[in-house]
């Protein structure tokens, strides 16, 4: 057999010679295809620690994989299109990242995404239990504070859940944090690290400057600053866009930070700490954004919040509020 058919190269000659990186993580992306999808998916075929990757979408997946195969690393890629074709996507992978979903537009909050979101994600996670039910579970679309209790029911309906593999992605908070406290103090932000914890909306991200590595302090004016640029940076970016969507490449690389982590601690790496939004018992609320711990089964442990400052509480205190109607909004919805 000629390696061109009708002008074309055999694809099935081409797979038959495709090599991955012998050994590696298999890592699904879901929503691949969209403004998130596409640098995430070019990052994680970058990523040395996979060996296959999966690209499903409802649409465009074709060209999106097409494109992103002829990169010359290690990781295999294949590209799946629509419901029929979600299973083979999903089987047999570690690691699944949902970036799946619509974005917000200018005047909108992220839980104007509800009712379109609530439904994709739940679809998803249902052939997640079905196919990979193993799998670490790193949910994106918004709004996550929804979206990760709806994940989490599907998860207990099938049987399948493990709370330590379910986690909403909140590292674009930090991402910001650490760009916006090296601006005002004048660092590297690649020196800075600032514990963001609470939820991904509004005044349910909570960045403790209190609490950040290498300790600083900052006047009252400068706090109340950074707290608000960091609780609006989503905002501040889909104003900037103007209609044609929110933060895709920022969000794709904080997607990617994490992705890796994720899969440094199912390594075995020691000492891998991030935030994220998650099953959790650090407050009376069932899922909270917090510094955990990753490792070989997903979260091996979840931080106190440590001591926090008297504007720290207050914040706490309004957040816990409105993360506790999101929380149960979504578990209603997956539950009725
Ligand atoms: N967690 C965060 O920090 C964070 C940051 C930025 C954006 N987001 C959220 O991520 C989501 C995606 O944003 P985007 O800018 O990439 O949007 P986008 O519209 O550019 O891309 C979304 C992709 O999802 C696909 N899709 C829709 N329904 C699907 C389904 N049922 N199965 C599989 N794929 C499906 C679309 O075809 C599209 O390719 C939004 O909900 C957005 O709010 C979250
Ligand atoms: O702001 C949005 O709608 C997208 C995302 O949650 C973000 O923080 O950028």
């Given at each position: 057999?000629?390696?061109?058919?009708?002008?074309?190269?055999?694809?099935?000659?081409?797979?038959?010679?495709?090599?991955?990186?012998?050994?590696?993580?298999?890592?699904?992306?879901?929503?691949?295809?969209?403004?998130?999808?596409?640098?995430?998916?070019?990052?994680?075929?970058?990523?040395?620690?996979?060996?296959?990757?999966?690209?499903?979408?409802?649409?465009?997946?074709?060209?999106?994989?097409?494109?992103?195969?002829?990169?010359?690393?290690?990781?295999?890629?294949?590209?799946?299109?629509?419901?029929?074709?979600?299973e083979?996507?999903?089987?047999?992978?570690?690691?699944?990242?949902?970036?799946?979903?619509?974005?917000?537009?200018?005047?909108?909050?992220?839980?104007?995404?509800?009712?379109?979101?609530?439904?994709?994600?739940?679809?998803?996670?249902?052939?997640?239990?079905?196919?990979?039910?193993?799998?670490?579970?790193?949910?994106?679309s918004?709004?996550?504070?929804?979206?990760?209790?709806?994940?989490?029911?599907?998860?207990?309906?099938?049987?399948?859940?493990d709370?330590?593999?379910?986690?909403?992605?909140?590292?674009?908070?930090?991402?910001?944090?650490?760009?916006f406290?090296?601006?005002?103090?004048?660092?590297?932000?690649?020196?800075?690290?600032?514990?963001?914890?609470?939820?991904?909306?509004?005044?349910?991200?909570?960045?403790?400057?209190?609490?950040?590595?290498?300790?600083?302090?900052?006047?009252?004016?400068e706090?109340?600053?950074?707290t608000?640029?960091?609780?609006?940076?989503?905002?501040?970016?889909?104003?900037?866009?103007?209609?044609v969507?929110s933060?895709?490449?920022?969000?794709?690389?904080?997607?990617?930070?994490?992705?890796?982590?994720?899969?440094?601690?199912?390594?075995?790496?020691?000492?891998?700490?991030?935030?994220?939004?998650?099953?959790?018992?650090?407050?009376?609320?069932?899922?909270?954004?917090?510094?955990?711990?990753?490792?070989?089964?997903?979260?091996?442990?979840?931080?106190?919040?440590?001591p926090?400052?008297?504007?720290?509480?207050?914040?706490?205190?309004?957040?816990?509020?409105?993360?506790?109607?999101?929380?149960?909004?979504?578990?209603?919805?997956?539950?009725?």
């Open positions: 057999m000629g390696l061109k058919m009708e002008g074309k190269i055999s694809l099935e000659l081409t797979n038959c010679r495709a090599k991955g990186g012998s050994s590696g993580f298999k890592v699904a992306i879901l929503g691949a295809a969209g403004g998130i999808g596409q640098p995430l998916s070019m990052f994680m075929k970058m990523n040395p620690l996979v060996s296959v990757l999966h690209l499903y979408d409802v649409a465009n997946t074709p060209g999106v994989t097409s494109d992103i195969s002829h990169m010359d690393t290690g990781a295999v890629v294949r590209g799946f299109l629509g419901p029929q074709q979600l083979n996507a999903l089987t047999g992978m570690d690691l699944v990242i949902i970036p799946a979903g619509v974005p917000r537009k200018p005047g909108m909050t992220r839980d104007d995404l509800f009712n379109i979101n609530a439904g994709i994600v739940k679809t998803l996670c249902e052939g997640i239990a079905k196919c990979c039910p193993n799998a670490i579970v790193n949910i994106i918004n709004p996550v504070n929804s979206t990760v209790p709806i994940a989490a029911e599907v998860f207990k309906k099938a049987g399948t859940y709370p330590k593999k379910l986690l909403g992605v909140t590292m674009l908070d930090v991402v910001r944090a650490n760009t406290v090296a601006e005002v103090l004048g660092l590297d932000p690649r020196e800075v690290d600032v514990p963001v914890v609470g939820g991904h909306a509004g005044i349910t991200i909570l960045p403790l400057l209190s609490q950040i590595n290498p300790p600083c302090s900052f006047t009252s004016e706090a109340a600053y950074l608000s640029r960091i609780q609006n940076g989503g905002t501040e970016v889909v104003e900037a866009k103007a209609g969507g933060a895709t490449l920022s969000m794709a690389y904080a997607a990617v930070k994490f992705a890796d982590a994720c899969l440094r601690g199912l390594r075995g790496d020691a000492d891998v700490i991030k935030c994220a939004f998650v099953p959790s018992v650090v407050t009376e609320l069932p899922f909270f954004a917090s510094k955990v711990r990753l490792g070989r089964n997903g979260i091996e442990e979840i931080y106190a919040l440590g926090l400052n008297e504007s720290e509480r207050a914040g706490l205190k309004m957040a816990k509020k409105e993360l506790a109607v999101s929380i149960e909004k979504g578990i209603l919805f997956a539950t009725k």
